[in-house]
């Protein structure tokens, strides 16, 4: 019988995909929440920022403190850094986006999911290789 172990390189990778569920899932609800909080009292842009800046911060705390386990460095940077790795990831996306879809003729279907693919690779690399290095 096989008996599987897995490496340090795989339990993290093993812990940012069950984070990274958590966070999208987060990211969700605290959209629908400020959005039915807030809808007639303020623009649709603004609530969408507030929900991101919301959303961003927990997924940085989660992949801080669960994922990377890194307590190294300055606080204020990471989180910066956090807001450049994902700001660098949502521009490739849509761009990538656009490129399946205006280019490459590709159904809306197939091309998110090559997206959300893309953007989970990168944000696991430039995260290990930049914000939490």
Same mark, same amino acid.
């Given at each position: 019988?096989?008996?599987f172990i897995p490496n340090e390189d795989t339990k993290l990778k093993i812990?940012?995909?069950? !984070? &990274?569920?958590?966070? !999208?899932?987060? =990211? *969700?609800? /605290?959209?629908?929440?400020? *959005?039915?909080?807030? *809808?007639? %009292? ?15 911060s927990f997924s940085f705390l989660t992949n801080k403190f669960f994922v990377? #386990?890194?307590? #190294? =460095?300055?606080?204020?940077? $990471? *989180?910066? +850094?956090?807001?450049?790795? $994902? &700001?660098?990831?949502? @521009?490739?996306?849509?761009? !990538?986006?656009?490129? /399946?879809? !205006?280019?490459l003729d590709l159904s809306i279907y197939i091309s998110q999911g090559f997206?959300? &693919? @893309? ?8 995260? +290990? #290789?930049?914000?939490? %290095?």
């Amino acid at each position: 019988m096989f008996l599987f172990i897995p490496n340090e390189d795989t339990k993290l990778k093993i812990r940012f995909l069950i !984070t &990274g569920s958590i966070n !999208t899932i987060f =990211g *969700y609800v /605290c959209g629908v929440t400020v *959005y039915n909080s807030f *809808y007639d %009292k303020i623009s649709i842009l603004l609530i969408g920022l507030i929900s991101n800046f919301l959303s961003i911060s927990f997924s940085f705390l989660t992949n801080k403190f669960f994922v990377f #386990k890194n307590s #190294k =460095g300055s606080f204020f940077l $990471q *989180y910066l +850094k956090s807001f450049l790795t $994902q &700001g660098l990831v949502i @521009i490739i996306g849509v761009a !990538t986006l656009w490129f /399946c879809i !205006t280019i490459l003729d590709l159904s809306i279907y197939i091309s998110q999911g090559f997206v959300v &693919g @893309i953007s989970i690779l990168l944000l696991f690399i430039l995260h +290990k #290789k930049f914000t939490f %290095k």
